[in-house]
């Protein structure tokens, strides 16, 4: 079983979403884009319940795998903020971000094993990759306000708040991961950092978000700036978790993805 095995399943949860956003505009119902959401996320759910029973490990080793973990917490959140505050665009742009990376694995398949290298046989694994898939979903929800953000006119307290509340939770799951991986570095190769290309990434991520929720209460007015620093600090997320890999001096890292 690989990934080529998913296409049916990412096809439909994709479909569900695109069917349920267009009739529940004509018919102006909320009850059919709650309905909609919900049967896409369970579609991927379970998916990943399969997958997992199968592979007789978490599917958390691969960075395709951790992109289809990307797209079920990312579509659960944006279903949950549309439930708390109604922001329809929110899901909408939610959807539409898990439905890309999803995409990304139908177009990108590839074939796994189901061992795990001995690092990655620890009682840290699940809770280091699941805590950060939580935070990126978060974070890139926050990209997703900062982005509507970016291109409205007028007063932006409503979006601003908004993205604080996100960036909060995102930024306490992003510390915790950071937390989880020195815990399992300690135990399998006896250093809590080593300022490997991976975790320098991470705490320069770490830190961008950190700057943010700084510079929000020290200036707590309502502007673009606060925007565009989340925005850039996705760009330098997103630069942590694909781009360090094709880095030379990342090519002997033991945070390298396995294909």
Not at 56 to 65: F, G, I, K, N, S
Not at 213 to 233: A, D, P, Q, V
Request: charged share 10%.
């Amino acid at each position: 079983m690989d990934l080529y095995e998913f296409n049916i399943f990412g096809y439909s949860a994709i479909i569900v979403w695109i069917i349920g956003i267009v009739i529940s505009q004509f018919l102006k119902s909320e009850k059919i884009l709650k309905l909609s959401a919900g049967l896409g996320i369970a579609i991927i759910g379970i998916f990943i319940t399969i997958y997992w029973i199968y592979l007789q490990r978490p599917p958390l080793r691969t960075l395709a795998e951790t992109r289809l973990w990307y797209s079920f917490i990312l579509s659960i959140i944006g279903l949950f903020i549309y439930l708390k505050w109604k922001y329809n665009w929110f899901l909408w742009f939610t959807l539409a971000f898990s439905s890309l990376f999803i995409l990304i694995n139908i177009y990108n398949p590839e074939t796994y094993n189901k061992s795990l290298m001995p690092a990655l046989q620890s009682v840290w694994f699940i809770p280091h990759v699941i805590v950060y898939m939580i935070a990126y979903a978060f974070l890139a929800a926050s990209f997703v306000v900062s982005v509507k953000g970016l291109f409205t006119k007028g007063n932006l307290k409503n979006i601003i708040s908004l993205a604080d509340n996100i960036v909060y939770i995102g930024f306490g799951f992003l510390t915790l991961g950071l937390l989880f991986g020195a815990l399992w570095a300690k135990k399998a190769w006896g250093h809590y950092w080593t300022w490997d290309p991976k975790e320098t990434w991470a705490f320069i991520t770490w830190v961008a978000y950190l700057i943010y929720i700084h510079y929000r209460h020290i200036n707590n007015e309502y502007k673009k700036t606060h925007l565009t620093i989340l925005f850039i600090s996705f760009i330098l997320l997103m630069i942590c978790w694909f781009g360090v890999q094709y880095l030379p001096s990342a090519q002997n890292s033991v945070h390298t993805y396995a294909y």
